[in-house]
T-cell receptor, first 114, second 115 residues
């Protein structure tokens, strides 16, 4: 199976702009979660989508939004970028397997806001 | 309130030493999952282990072993005979039954193994 892919891998944006990040989960996985990683706050959960519906949301402002398509691919959007949005954005692909579940992360998108 | 605490920020050992990374968690759920992930300098999170709350059996995988103790809410990770390739940041994470697949991560422990 192919792993989780994220595009782009690196991105530089200017304060005030908006950005869209993409995540393609492992084939057959219906859940995609997004995380933000910064040196100060560590790894923080943004939101999770399951079968095109947002199932959980972390404590982030409304500038952060996402969606999931029928093929399970997900996009994350950040509007009105701030310097503090500079981070590594990771997505995770998950699926229930019997009584357990597996979750794998993509390589991340490193966003720099100048 | 922080749900996962990794009190060790940085650990430095010499190759072949054993090292234990501590993880203490907090939850009111009776059903939950605990994880360990490794993050090498490349940045990608590598899955190491998942444990559910009903399975307190310790696990060994090669040089890696995990000790899960519900009585102390701990899920510690031991690397035996450490190697330079083990140098990375290690994260412990908790997922609660009512939170879907959302993970609460600890702050991570940076492990440096020197020759």
């Amino acid at each position: 199976k192919a792993g989780v892919t994220q595009t782009p891998r690196y991105l530089i944006k200017t304060r005030g702009q908006q950005v869209t990040l993409s995540c393609s989960p492992i084939s057959g996985h219906r859940s995609v979660s997004w995380y933000q990683q910064t040196p100060g706050q560590g790894l923080q959960f943004l939101f999770e989508y399951f079968s095109e519906t947002q199932r959980n949301k972390g404590n982030f402002p409304g500038r952060f939004s996402g969606r999931q398509f029928s093929n399970s691919r997900s996009e994350m959007n950040v509007s009105t970028l701030e310097l503090g949005d500079s981070a590594l954005y990771l997505c995770a692909s998950s699926e229930l397997q019997g009584t357990s579940w597996e979750q794998y992360f993509g390589p991340g998108t490193r966003l720099t806001v100048t | 309130a922080q749900k996962v605490t990794q009190a060790q920020t940085e650990i430095s050992v010499v190759e072949k030493e054993d090292v234990t990374l501590d993880c203490v968690y907090e939850t009111r759920d009776t059903t939950y999952y605990l994880f360990w992930y490794k993050q090498p300098p490349s940045g990608e999170l590598v899955f190491l282990i998942r444990r559910n709350s009903f399975d307190e059996q310790n696990e060994i995988s090669g040089r890696y072993s995990w000790n899960f103790q519900k009585s102390t809410s701990s899920f510690n990770f031991t690397i035996t005979a450490s190697q330079v390739v083990d140098s990375a940041v290690y994260f412990c994470a908790l997922s609660e039954a009512d939170s879907g697949y959302a993970l609460n991560f600890g702050k991570g422990t940076s492990l440096l193994v020197t020759p």
